[in-house]
Nanobody, 125 residues
Framework: QVQLVESGGGMVQPGDSLRLSCAASGSTFSGSAMGWFRQAPGKEREFVATISWNGGSTTYANSVKGRFTISRVNAKNTVYLQMNSLKPEDTAVYYC??????????????????WGQGTQVTVSP
């Protein structure tokens, strides 16, 4: 069993930066691809970024490409999402997700077995 705990959310102004962290427990973390998703009020959960088991492959949603960076440190069982040049439309609850032992990165929500509780990011003037 894997547990994921996100942190680092908050309220910022447009143009600011935030770094989200996701701490994982469980032995399968280092062999599993990880992802970040987000859900704004009244909208479906959507893909943000994903990273393969060793960090060698990353994929981003078009809406965040060039502004967000996903990374991981397997020795710390942690995945990060660095968010720069934040916009009001980035406001959402951000969720960390983990595949169950699958090493390939994926943008499909259905490919992820483990989910964190979410952390709120609010971007407002």
């Amino acid at each position: 069993q894997v547990q994921l705990v996100e942190s680092g959310g908050g309220m910022v102004q447009p143009g600011d930066s935030l770094r989200l962290s996701c701490a994982a427990s469980g032995s399968t973390f280092s062999g599993s691809a990880m992802g970040w998703f987000r859900q704004a009020p009244g909208k479906e959960r959507e893909f943000v970024a994903t990273i393969s088991w060793n960090g060698g492959s990353t994929t981003y949603a078009n809406s965040v490409k060039g502004r967000f960076t996903i990374s991981r440190v397997n020795a710390k069982n942690t995945v990060y999402l660095q968010m720069n040049s934040l916009k009001p439309e980035d406001t959402a609850v951000y969720y960390c997700a983990g595949r169950n032992g699958y090493y390939l990165a994926s943008s499909s929500l259905n490919d992820y077995k483990y989910w964190g509780q979410g952390t709120q990011v609010t971007v407002s003037p």
